[in-house]
Nanobody, 121 residues
Framework: QVLLVESGGGLVQAGGSLRLSCAGS????????MGWFRQAPGKEREFVAV????????LYADSVKGRFTISRGNGKSTMYLQMNSLKPEDTAIYYC??????????????WGQGTQVTVSS
């Protein structure tokens, strides 16, 4: 069974930081790009960041650029999202996914169940 499991979400005040983790199992993700997406209540799921399989390239949504940093673990089936200077508008369920190096949702084959991030003002 292929699984992606997110962790690290929670409640934080505006200006604070959180670090999300994503662990993959059931297959190797070492040659897949891995990305983060988020979905706020009443809104569509949106792209946050993606990192390629080597960890050498990354793309970010404009809304998080300069505040969030995506990285991969040494085993390449783990991924992290360091979120700094959090804003209330960052409140959402955050999902990790594995697939192509792109911001397009349909290009991702595997998805986690999500972790809630709530930023209070």
């Amino acid at each position: 069974q292929v699984l992606l499991v997110e962790s690290g979400g929670g409640l934080v005040q505006a200006g604070g930081s959180l670090r999300l983790s994503c662990a993959g199992s059931g297959r190797t993700f070492s040659t897949s790009a891995m990305g983060w997406f988020r979905q706020a209540p009443g809104k569509e799921r949106e792209f946050v960041a993606v990192i390629n399989w080597t960890g050498a390239r990354a793309l970010y949504a404009d809304s998080v650029k300069g505040r969030f940093t995506i990285s991969r673990g040494n085993g390449k089936s783990t991924m992290y999202l360091q979120m700094n200077s959090l804003k209330p508008e960052d409140t959402a369920i955050y999902y990790c996914a594995a697939g192509d190096f792109t911001d397009q949702i349909p290009k991702y084959d595997y998805w986690g169940q999500g972790t809630q991030v709530t930023v209070s003002s």
